[in-house]
Structure formats: structure tokens, C-alpha cells
């Protein structure tokens, strides 16, 4: 997004150079042979723009369809998980659910940050693109510590007496 907000903003002072040549049918060289009018470098910079404009909402909606498939997965992890705990054995249980429950925390964090990104635009979009990708990645980071899994049993040792 930087690079299109620089390529704007050097095609703008492009644009005001030429505009102040005069004569919108005069050549921007200024040279008064044949050259690119005024008129005619507005209309690039028009294109240019607009093709930054483009590719940036191109790349933003790959980026959304690639989230929403990547948090689609982990709420598919997340339900494996629960089925698992829901065949885990009671001493085990209590640990597993808190961890789920932590577990779906973030991963409500995750798709609440998704919401943001799609609604966001300009800069705020960098911002909540940098927001979901630090909440997916703690996300990712907690599913993949393995689950607790049951406690062992000591066996009681006969008292030596």
C-alpha cells in the first residue's frame, strides 16, 4: 500500500509540474515539438492511479479469501478437538475444556479481527491486516502445544516398614 500511495503522490507531482506549463494542448516538454500534452498526461495519470487502485484491491481480496481459508481450517481443528475431549477421560476432561475454552477465545479474536479487515480501508486496512495476522498467529502458535493428555496414575508404594 505504500508503494501505491508513493507511485500516487509522484504521478500527482507529475501532474502539477505539467499543469503548470499553461496550455492544456501544449506539449509538456515544453519544447513545442511533438510531445505528450497535458491532457494526455492527465489521462495516464488517471489510468495509472486507477490500475494502483485495482491491484491493491486484487491483492486485498486474495489476502481476505486466503484469512477466511486459513481460520475455516483452525474452526475445523478447534471442532476435532472438542470431539476429543468429549471422548477424553474424566480426569483428563477439566484440563482439555479449559484449554478449548481458551482455545475459542482466540480463535473468536481471530475471526473478530477478519470482520475488522474486511470492513477497513487505506491504512486501517495495513493495521487490521497486521491485527489478524498476530491473532491467527497466536491462534496457530496455541493449537499446534500438544492437548494435556491424562494424567498417569502413580502406583502407591507399599510403605517399607
Known sequence: MARIGLGM???????????????????????????????????????????????????????????????????ERLADMKKRVGDAADKARPELEKRLEDLGKKADEARRRFEKLKDAGGDAWEVAKKDLDHAVEELKKAMDEPLPTEPEVEEAEPDAE
Open 9 to 75: 503522490l509522484l504521478a500527482t507531482l507529475v501532474l502539477v509540474t505539467a499543469c503548470e506549463q499553461g496550455d492544456t494542448g501544449t506539449p509538456a516538454n515544453g519544447e513545442g515539438e511533438e510531445g505528450v500534452t497535458v491532457e494526455q498526461l492527465k489521462e495516464q495519470v488517471k489510468e495509472a492511479a486507477d490500475t494502483a487502485v485495482e491491484l491493491a484491491k486484487q491483492a486485498r481480496d486474495k489476502y481476505a479469501r486466503d484469512a477466511e481459508r486459513e481460520l475455516a481450517k483452525m474452526r
